[in-house]
C-alpha cells in the first residue's frame, strides 16, 4: 500500500500591520467643523506645500521683466514723487513734523503690501483651478500664501526706507521694536479680507473690477497721506474702523519716530481686524465644500 502524501496549505505572510501587532489604519471623515478655526494640524502637515506656492507666485511674479524685482521698489518710489510734489508741496498736507518724502514712501510701504495681499489673495481660488478641481489640500493655503509672499517685497522695501532715513536724517528710537505688530495687524486685515473675496470671486467675477477702486481710495482713507493726528479725534475714531488706519501711523512711530498713535484706536483697529479675520474665516469654511463645483 503506497503511501499517500499530504500537502499542508500554504499559509500567507502575515500583514506588516498583522506581524508588529499593531491595528491597521483607520480613516474618519467628520463634517467640517461649524466653527471658524483653521485646521492647524492639517495646514502644518501640508507647510511643504505652502512653501511651494510662496516660491511659485515670487518666481512667476516678476517672471520676463527687465527690471525684476526691482519693481517691488519702484512701486511705492514712484507714488511718493507724486504724493511729494501735490499734496507735500503745494497741499502742505500734515506729515507729523516729518518731512513729507519720508513720511509717505513709509506709509505707501505698508500700504502697498495690504494692496498687493489683498490684490493675489482674492484671485488666488481662480488662479488655481486645476489643483482645486482634481488634487485635496487644505484651500487656506493658497490665500494664505498669496499674504505671505508680498512680504519679501515689504523686506527689500525696508532696506529702502533705511537708505531714506539715512538721507534725510531721521532715526527710529527703541520703538521700532514694536514695528513687527504693526506689519502683523496689516497682515491679520489683508488675509481676513482676502479669504472673503477669494470665496465671492469663486462665483461672482465681479471682484477683480471692485478691489482696484477699493485700494484707490485707501491712500486717503488710511491716512497715507496726510496724517491722521491733524483731524478732530472724532473722525480720527472713525478712520480708526479701518485697520490700516493704525497700522500705518504706528509703523510710522515704530520705524521714523514719529507721533505714537493713540493706544485706544489701536485697539479698536486690532479688535476690528481680529473679527475680519473670524468672519473671513467663517465664510471661507462655509464657501469652501462648494468650491470644486462652482469654479
Same mark, same amino acid.
Given at each position: 500500500?503506497?503511501? @499517500? ?9 502575515p500583514a506588516p500591520a498583522e506581524r508588529s501587532g499593531a491595528a491597521p489604519p483607520v480613516t474618519i471623515i467628520a463634517p467640517p467643523s461649524r466653527w471658524p478655526r483653521p ?19 515670487? =518666481? ?28 507735500? =508741496? ?22 502697498q503690501y495690504f494692496s498687493s495681499a489683498l490684490s493675489v489673495s482674492s484671485g488666488s481660488l481662480v488662479a488655481n483651478v486645476g489643483l482645486i478641481t482634481k488634487v485635496y ?11 505671505? @509672499? ?15 532715513? #539715512? ?11 514694536? #514695528? ?31 478691489? $482696484? ?15 491722521? %493726528? ?9 478712520? #480708526?474702523?479701518?485697520?490700516? @488706519? ?12 514719529? $507721533? ?8 479698536? %483697529? &486690532? ?15 462655509? &464657501?469652501?465644500? =462648494? ?5
Amino acid at each position: 500500500m503506497s503511501e @499517500t502524501q499530504v500537502q499542508a496549505p500554504q499559509r500567507q505572510a502575515p500583514a506588516p500591520a498583522e506581524r508588529s501587532g499593531a491595528a491597521p489604519p483607520v480613516t474618519i471623515i467628520a463634517p467640517p467643523s461649524r466653527w471658524p478655526r483653521p485646521d492647524v494640524p492639517e495646514l502644518w502637515r501640508f507647510r511643504e506645500l505652502m512653501a511651494v506656492f510662496v516660491w511659485r507666485d515670487l =518666481k512667476v511674479r516678476y517672471k520676463q521683466t527687465h527690471i525684476g524685482i526691482g519693481w517691488a521698489l519702484l512701486q511705492p518710489i514712484l507714488p511718493t514723487v507724486v504724493f511729494t510734489l501735490v499734496l507735500g =508741496k503745494f497741499a502742505n498736507a500734515p506729515s507729523d513734523r516729518l518731512q513729507y518724502p519720508i513720511f509717505a514712501f513709509a506709509g505707501l510701504l505698508l500700504l502697498q503690501y495690504f494692496s498687493s495681499a489683498l490684490s493675489v489673495s482674492s484671485g488666488s481660488l481662480v488662479a488655481n483651478v486645476g489643483l482645486i478641481t482634481k488634487v485635496y489640500f487644505p484651500r487656506l493655503l493658497l490665500p494664505l500664501a498669496a499674504v505671505t @509672499t508680498p512680504l519679501v517685497d515689504l523686506t527689500l522695501g525696508v532696506g529702502m526706507l533705511v537708505v531714506a532715513m #539715512a538721507i534725510f536724517h531721521t532715526w527710529p528710537s527703541v520703538a521700532v521694536l514694536a #514695528a513687527p505688530l504693526f506689519v502683523v495687524m496689516a497682515f491679520v486685515t489683508a488675509f481676513g479680507v482676502g479669504l472673503v473675496f477669494a470665496a465671492l470671486n469663486v462665483r461672482y467675477r465681479d471682484i477683480p473690477y471692485v478691489i $482696484p477702486i477699493f485700494i484707490q481710495l485707501l491712500p486717503y482713507a488710511s491716512g497715507v497721506v496726510f496724517a491722521v %493726528s491733524a483731524l478732530a479725534p472724532t473722525y480720527q475714531w472713525i478712520l #480708526a474702523l479701518n485697520p490700516i @488706519t493704525s497700522a500705518v501711523w504706528g509703523w510710522r512711530w515704530a520705524m521714523l519716530d514719529g $507721533p505714537p498713535p493713540v493706544w485706544g484706536q489701536v485697539a479698536l %483697529s &486690532a479688535a476690528v481686524a481680529l473679527l475680519l479675520l473670524v468672519g473671513g474665516l467663517a465664510f471661507f469654511k462655509r &464657501a469652501e465644500p =462648494k468650491f470644486a463645483d462652482t469654479i
